[in-house]
């Protein structure tokens, strides 16, 4: 099955231009391919259209021509749980698994043929490919669509890439490391016409879509502040493994308490197998380190705290809680307009403030909601993962990590019909909603202009530690007014020849 254009626009255009000629869709089709793209395409054009159930095999299962050829970009911690669920669900099909890690992708090559090697007897799967450079994978007539599991800082470039090449799309998060990075990836996807999944998957939770369609509709009344977790990481960093290799003692030196910093990791062999300059690729040059390729511990990527790779916490953690937030408010295609450090003697914390004078703050430990906001005392919110909204008529946390939603009064949980004591389920449905609109060309819960607005409030709290003071942020035009300091900061250089 081979996808057309999607029908959507998403989300505003920024400031790009027009598109470069290098980006039309590739001329060479195959039959199947053609006729994806011209009777199904135009009319995917005029309107979102429900693949027909000719496309379908028997008890609804999809036939084998039509299902989704999809390649995996990226087998490690994320990737592996990606394979498994993309090999489990019979809408797609598992060509090829690519990895710089010649081991890794071995790995993924042999977990893909174990788990098709029924269809392949019967002749119905021909394999599997093991790929290091993913411009082979993009290459391919046979692949439909990819899912990009690499370190951040591979995210944009491969995404971008992947439109270019005809391809859909679902990136882990953040889909960026700087501001300008995710505006140019939102815009290349949009213009390219793919369906765009971002992997912010606790959109897709049905208990959490519906405490969500429950504030939007007005259920809490004017929203008046809301609160989520921003976790500092000097701490961590000046501890361990990791202490010997910072560079400064200053956080102000070194981004601050929360913004990733310039390591000093030493050098070592590059293991056989690695090929670390593609590693590395559009990054800026870092030596080859163990700490970077293998995690010392469970939930530790650390990569992600080199500021040459990553952007910490604040892009990996508010991807989700702060996407469900915005998402919740109906702001999540805008941003705010005021950014507030904490030394201003404003708030307490880091606060954001929107057009619609909704604020938004960030504490490292819920206990500051009481003991700094003197708010909620009596809630349950120790241990929990996302972020609580206060409206006129009370509050509701809009995220969990396996509990239960909380809140008062508790007629809100009567009003919404939703058991208080229901826990959200561990699975979800995250790449069915992605299968559904690469066949239907709708947008999916989280497309790349939503990705690029949920990336961006992790961008957006690192800034101000940067520079030193508060903010102003215009969302429609993405620049900071009157600090040319913060708006040097939205970009950076690519490294050659991984240009954008």
């Known amino acids: 099955m ?12 920024g400031s790009s231009g027009s598109a470069p000629a290098s980006e039309g ?12 793209r011209t009777a199904l395409g135009t009319a995917a054009l005029a309107m979102p259209l429900i693949a027909p159930t000719r496309l379908f095999g028997q008890a609804g299962t999809p036939a084998p021509n039509d299902r989704v050829n999809v390649a995996l970009i990226g087998r490690g911690a994320m990737g592996s ?5 993309l090999a489990g669900d019979p809408g797609f099909q598992l060509l090829a698994v690519c990895d710089v890690d010649t081991s890794r992708r071995e790995a993924g090559r042999e977990a893909v043929e174990a788990h098709y090697a029924a269809d392949r007897a019967a002749g119905r799967y021909r394999g599997c490919a093991a790929v290091n450079d993913y411009r082979e994978v993009l290459a391919r007539e046979d692949i439909d669509a990819v899912l990009i599991a690499t370190p951040d800082h591979w995210h ?10 005809g391809k859909d799309i679902y990136c882990e998060k953040p889909v960026s490391v700087t501001l300008a990075e995710g505006r140019r990836l939102a815009d290349v996807v949009r213009r390219q016409g793919r369906v765009f999944q971002t992997g912010t998957q606790y959109r897709s939770i049905p ?3 519906k405490v969500v369609e429950f504030i939007r509709g007005g259920g809490l009344g004017r929203i008046e502040r809301v609160f989520t977790q921003l976790f500092p990481i000097n701490g961590w960093l000046r501890s361990g493994r990791f202490a010997p290799y910072v560079k400064t003692t200053s956080p102000d030196q070194c981004g601050g308490s929360y913004a990733p910093m310039d390591f000093a990791l030493p050098a070592e062999p590059v293991p056989e197998g690695l090929d670390w300059d593609l590693w590395v690729g559009p990054a800026p040059w870092r030596p080859y380190n163990s700490l970077y390729h293998i995690n010392p511990s469970p939930g530790v990527v650390p990569w992600s705290f080199d500021d040459a790779f990553g952007v910490t916490s604040s892009t990996w953690f508010l991807s989700h809680a702060a996407d469900v937030i915005q998402y919740a408010l109906g702001v999540e295609e805008t941003g705010p307009v005021d950014i507030i450090h904490p030394d201003s003697g404003e708030f307490p914390t880091l606060t954001f403030r929107y057009a619609n004078g909704a604020l938004m703050h960030f504490v490292q430990d819920w206990s500051e909601v009481k003991d700094r906001y003197h708010l909620l005392a009596d809630a349950r919110l120790a241990g929990m993962f996302g972020g609580v909204i206060i409206g006129e008529r009370g509050w509701l946390t809009t995220l969990t990590n396996g509990g239960p939603i909380e809140g008062a009064p508790a007629g809100l949980f009567e009003e919404m019909k939703l058991d208080r004591r229901e826990v959200s389920p561990g699975g979800n449905d995250h790449h069915a909603n992605w299968l559904k609109c690469i066949h239907t060309r709708e947008r999916t819960y989280c497309d790349a202009e939503l990705g690029h607005r949920t990336s961006s409030i992790g961008h957006l709290t690192n800034l101000p530690f940067l520079v030193g003071r508060s903010l102003k942020w215009d969302p429609a035009k993405e620049v900071f007014t009157h600090c040319d300091a913060a708006n040097r900061l939205l970009s950076r250089a690519t490294r050659a020849p991984w240009y954008l």
Do not use: Y
Request: no cysteine; glycine share 4%.
């Open 2 to 13: 081979k996808s057309t254009p999607t029908a959507a626009s998403s989300g505003s255009s």
């Open 25 to 36: 869709i590739p001329a060479a089709l195959n039959r199947r391919r053609f006729l994806a």
């Open 81 to 85: 749980g990606h394979l498994h669920r």
């Open 156 to 165: 944009t470039k491969i995404s971008i890439d992947a439109a270019r090449a």
């Open 207 to 209: 208990m959490i879509r």
